[in-house]
């Protein structure tokens, strides 16, 4: 299950209900967490050993569309990252920023300890689920 954080919640009601307008990200970029990250933010994320966030512009082919009652949209694609070439510790959570501000985040249904020659860690298709209920 994923949450909003606060930045993106003060966004959206300033756009809705102000006169202040939320401009569409130029980047969507995905990052690996071995801390949790909450609503304003934090978490530790994965550093060094070849690690990377995974950027997917806000495009219909990278997301997928939110039914009209399900609130539901995922990544259309595979999300893979760099392969480790050092440990980056146990991955529990995930993150998703709009350019630099961190928007939503969500625990890992399970958590990955990632070694150095690991495989690169991915994302299948519809495995990174994004909830607005």
Do not use: C
């Not at 501000?101 to 298709?125: E, I, R, W």
């Amino acid at each position: 299950m994923s949450q909003m954080t606060d930045w993106l919640e003060a966004q959206l009601r300033s756009h809705l209900f102000r006169t202040a307008t939320m401009s569409k990200p130029s980047a969507i970029t995905v990052h690996l967490y071995t801390a949790a990250p909450g609503e304003t933010g934090g978490g530790t994320e994965v550093t060094g050993g070849n690690y990377g966030a995974v950027t997917r512009n806000p495009l219909d082919a990278n997301w997928t569309a939110a039914s009209g009652t399900d609130g539901l949209t995922d990544n259309a694609a595979a999300l893979t990252f760099p392969t480790p070439n050092a440990s980056w510790g146990t991955v529990t959570h995930w993150a998703i920023k709009h350019d630099t501000n961190m928007s939503v985040y969500g625990t890992l249904t399970a958590q990955k300890n990632v070694n150095n020659g690991d495989p690169a860690p991915y994302f299948d298709v519809g495995a990174l689920d994004v909830t607005f209920a």
